[in-house]
């Protein structure tokens, strides 16, 4: 698989997102549904707590690419989701910090929510990956 960043500008660079991602030769697609702050029976997890479950979500994503053999590295497009972007923000950098490790700035987009589907969760993310 190749990946070719497209960014017109550069400010989103800065921020650990392309603008674009032209992708070829792949050989597998992965859609994965939004991931939250559930733990492995089901039952959500820190209630009110944003920065744990922002953590959570971030290794039940990691979880669904583990199963189908990818990893974040083969991430292209990642949906943030959230009840409150302003207290989101300051605990960004967990995510961030883990797609930089990986290598990877994956075309991005937060929006800001109402509510999630689960009562009580604030941070749902919801992504694409090419292998």
Do not use: C
């Amino acid at each position: 698989m190749e990946r070719t960043a497209v960014n017109p500008v550069t400010w989103s660079q800065e921020l650990g997102f392309n603008q674009g991602e032209v992708v070829s030769g792949e050989r597998r697609t992965l859609y994965i549904s939004g991931q939250t702050a559930m733990d492995r029976d089901g039952r959500p997890a820190h209630d009110g707590d944003i920065a744990a479950q922002l953590a959570l979500a971030v290794e039940n994503l990691e979880a669904v690419l583990a199963a189908a053999g990818m990893s974040l590295a083969d991430l292209v497009r990642l949906n943030v989701y959230t009840t409150d972007v302003d207290a989101l923000f300051p605990h960004y950098g967990v995510l961030a910090g883990k797609l930089g490790a990986a290598g990877v700035a994956p075309t991005t987009t937060m929006l800001g929510v109402t509510r999630l589907a689960i009562p009580g969760q604030l941070v749902e993310l919801e992504g694409t990956a090419v292998a």
